[in-house]
């Protein structure tokens, strides 16, 4: 209990301190992979929209575009000129492929209709996109109060993003957008600590950092945003790179290109490169120190400031130096082990500087890697024996020898016990240890049934196993005979789990007390239970159901007495469907009640009063309707 104790407690400790915020992985080359697939799954394409995307990720990545001459006819032919979308997503799809000419003869008159205050912030930045892309001039002065006068109406991030990307292509003073970028930084949600993002979730984070960063190269002045934010959103883009949809994995990898290659802050990622378990035959942990997508960074000086145990916070290395690999340029080792640190895990806290001063990187100190350090464990002082349970005499215990198998069979009855003694050895330390998982298995060699106990330590660390085979007959089910005892160790610090057949053992339960088996199969099928309608009580006599309906009739009759006593004008009913179907609706549904009453069901007379109900309400909502606008007319 008291090791399981430990480990959650580490566990949680894992789970806390690997908030550090210093990136912890990186777009590796099975990430990279997984990008192009999504790439180069859109072709054949849908639209030129597709073909933009696909075509701006597979060159942020590097890769050649096949047919390249047939993607350019493609987009040639799919072009809609009067859509400033599909300009800009045919021409920048042009402009990526390299040698690829759109002809646009009315372009220029799409663009000029986009770049106009009436229109979304994104066509503006479509027009002067595709304005670049083609070659059409555009007066950057106007357009760049067009974009001003637009973002008075929607400062939305993606706004703003798309406005920065615009802003890049224009000449003169830009100055206004950049200062814009602290506020939409500003506007960006903080999730667990960790992370930053943007509503509209990784398109519009995408978008807004890599324009900033972007608008901020054009202006040649470091963009205003902290350190500790950038992480935030490096670690954002990182948790999100097995996105899949198209558009939103071009502009994430694009934005992660930029945030590898600026002028102003470039994030370190700092990565276990090596198992996270370390031993005294595999003694080294490695670190891999990159960029976002896994590229060295040159010559680095790696340090190790802490190396603290999860369990008891114990310290095990301070300012210990990573030395390079030889067969990696962004990889770092450290012997781990000649701290002689105890099985466990491991946190180790990280600093690094590059050798040749770089104030763009960031995520240089507080980095952390876990690691947990392993043994090899060892079953020692292994006694078996059968005891009286009502006798204080001790047992008579035979001693056996990992990985052997006592060569005897071991009998006990309901009236003894079976009693196992062994020690659990950690063999790099040389020490007694108490293991996560330490159970004893029986199981009946003819039936194959399995029972597992738990086999507790001591405060010696002496494991004892005492099984008392009269009470636990329940947990075998009364069944005597021969089983198999094994023993089984497991923990997640140790190298060799053991599954190890101790002995054979003849367990006798007394006879009689096994419960019968039931006459019949529990899990057969049971007789189909049917609804049965209560059944109607008897009527009354007939005179006084005559006399009921009597007095039922009876306003009736007074009415229609009433009526011819003092003239009845029906002059002003409406003879129109309306009114003639609402009151013969109505009269139905009477009749249906005395149905009902005398020969129908209730589920029965619901059925037809549903098909009743819906043409009456609809009559009588036209009847009522026209008679108010009769009123209201006169």
Known sequence: MARGTVLLVAFALLSVMGQALTPSSYFSAADQARLRSVFEAAAPYSDVEAAHYSIMGLKLLGVVIPNSKDVCNYLQVNLDQSSVESLFFASSAAK??????????????????????????????????????????????????????????????LSLGYAFLAATQLSGDVSKFFDRIEDVVAQADEVDDKYLQFEGGLFTTSVVIDSAYKLATKVNKAPTIDEEKIIKFTNYFLSRKSVQQLKT????????????????????????????????????????????????????????????????????????????????????????????????????????????????????????????????????????????????????????QHPKKASSTFEADHHQRIIMRFTLRDMTANAAMTAHQTFVRLTNQKSKQEIV???????????????DVGSSAKDFGWLSGKYTMDLVVGDAVIENPLFWTVADVSLTFPEGSAPKAPASDLYAPKKNIEHMFRQPEKRPPGTVSMLFTALVLAPAALLLILWLTIGVNISNFPMSLSAIGFHAGLGAIFVLYYFYWVHLNMFQTLRYLGFLGVPTFLFGNRLLSGIAAKRKSS
């Open 249 to 400: 994995a071009a502009h994430l990898l694009s934005a992660v290109k930029t945030l590898t290659d600026n002028k102003f802050h470039i994030p370190v990622a700092v990565t276990l490169a090596s198992p996270v378990a370390v031993s005294a035959s595999s003694p080294k942990v490695k670190v891999r120190v990159s960029n976002l997508l896994g590229v060295s960074l040159g010559a680095m000086t790696v340090t190790a400031d802490t190396g603290r145990n999860l369990g008891d916070d114990a310290v095990v290395l301070s300012k210990k130096q990573f030395t390079p690999a030889a067969d990696d340029k962004a990889v770092y080792e450290l012997d781990f082990m000649q701290t002689k640190p105890s099985r466990g895990f491991y946190s180790i806290s990280i600093s690094l500087s590059s050798q040749k001063a770089d104030k763009r990187l960031v995520g240089t100190s507080g980095a952390e890697v876990h690691l947990k350090v392993t043994t090899q464990v060892g079953v020692e002082n292994v006694e078996i024996g059968v005891a009286d349970k009502d006798q204080g005499t001790p047992a008579r215990t035979t001693k056996v």
């Open 453 to 467: 106990f738990v086999a507790e330590a001591d405060n010696a660390d002496v494991y004892r196993f005492d099984l």
């Open 96 to 157: 990526n492929l390299g040698g690829c000419q759109l002809t646009a003869n009315t372009a220029k008159e799409t663009i000029a209709e986009s770049l106009k205050t009436d229109q979304p912030v994104v066509n503006i930045f479509y027009a002067i996109l595709a304005a670049k892309n083609l070659g059409v001039t555009v007066d950057s002065a106007k357009a760049s109060q067009t974009l001003l006068e637009v973002l008075k109406k929607d400062d939305s991030p």
